[in-house]
């Protein structure tokens, strides 16, 4: 199948907000769009409207997926817009055919009250079956736009200047103590389709002694430089790689989760990674980014490494 990006539908706002974002996406990438409406109805999959019109079929959700794929060809001129409707479980049947997309994208509530199957476990299902890069889409949410009213961390001036240069760019949670190629390597792509503006956010914690301020800020500046090079060092192959990408780098100190929600207030896209693994219970999700996904206004594309 030719290139393209995937958004699953359900027939929530969320998922329009999916299919929306992935339609700008695709056009970004100059591929082509696949809609996708998955349930577990028995009834014959067959192609719902795929030029527009009536006739999208009689089945749950044809009138939401055959509207939706009208109103983006509308918005999109010349975006081909492709829509399906498929049977089966829902996160099986959207990782299967994440196998094939550039990207796959779902829409997302958070935390909120779970309405339509992409907004609760099946999202998360279907990103860890999945090595593709999966993208959770929130409705309403618009680059600059900050997700607690302001930037930053007024304990952290760094932070701060994480989360204010972050309008409008693409933010990426490194961890310098991992190989994460494939999502230094998704982050810098984003970056380079959007203009050219990434952020790269290593967060760290200071050792348990001394929790006086003076002993606290004297680690802070001792350790601080050795991060920031190994930060360095991690960036500079992306670097040459992507030569029309604007990196700036932060360090700053606290907990991954919550300094990269800081880091991404206002930014076009969060890129956070997640180690390929398995627990005793099944493949599982990481907290970093269980924690994004459930908590970041801006859009947070998940991508897997080994």
């Known amino acids: 199948m030719p290139r393209h990006v995937t958004a699953g539908l359900d027939g929530s706002a969320e998922s329009a907000a999916a299919a929306e974002w992935a339609a700008g996406e695709a056009r970004l990438r100059q591929v082509a769009l696949r809609l996708l409406l998955v349930s ?24 939401f997926l055959t509207g939706t794929a009208d109103a983006l060809r509308g918005g999109h001129p010349g975006l081909e817009v492709r829509a399906e409707r498929l049977t089966g479980r829902p996160a099986a049947v959207l990782a299967r055919e994440a196998a094939g997309a550039d990207v796959m994208v779902l829409g997302s509530r958070g935390l909120g009250s779970v309405r339509g199957f992409l907004l609760g476990s099946v999202a998360t299902a279907t990103i860890v079956r999945t090595r593709r890069p999966v993208v959770l889409v929130r409705p309403g949410h ?3 736009q900050g997700t607690r009213g302001e930037y930053g961390d007024a304990d952290d001036p760094e932070a701060a200047a994480a989360a204010a240069a972050a309008a409008g760019s693409v933010v990426v949670g490194v961890d310098v103590r991992e190989t994460c190629d494939a999502t230094l390597d998704f982050a810098f792509g984003e970056a380079a389709l959007r203009g050219g503006r990434l952020r790269a956010v290593h967060c ?4 348990p002694f001394g929790r006086d301020a003076l002993a606290l800020d004297m680690a802070r500046r001792e350790m601080r430089p050795d991060i920031a090079r190994a930060l360095r060092n991690v960036l500079a192959p992306w670097r040459q790689r992507y030569p029309s990408v604007e990196v700036a780098e932060f360090t700053p100190v606290g907990g991954v989760s919550d300094r990269l929600l800081h880091s991404a207030a206002g930014a076009a896209l969060l890129v956070v990674g997640r180690r390929m ?8 999700l990481g907290p970093v980014a269980h924690a994004v996904i459930h908590h970041c206004a801006a859009p947070v594309a998940v991508v897997a490494h080994d």
Do not use: I
């Open 40 to 63: 577990d109805d028995p009834a014959p999959s067959r192609p719902a409207a795929e030029h527009g019109g009536a006739g999208g079929g009689r089945y749950p959700g044809a009138e």
């Open 142 to 144: 618009r680059p600059g």
């Open 204 to 207: 760290w914690s200071l050792p």
């Open 277 to 284: 693994r398995t627990a005793r219970a099944g493949v599982r």
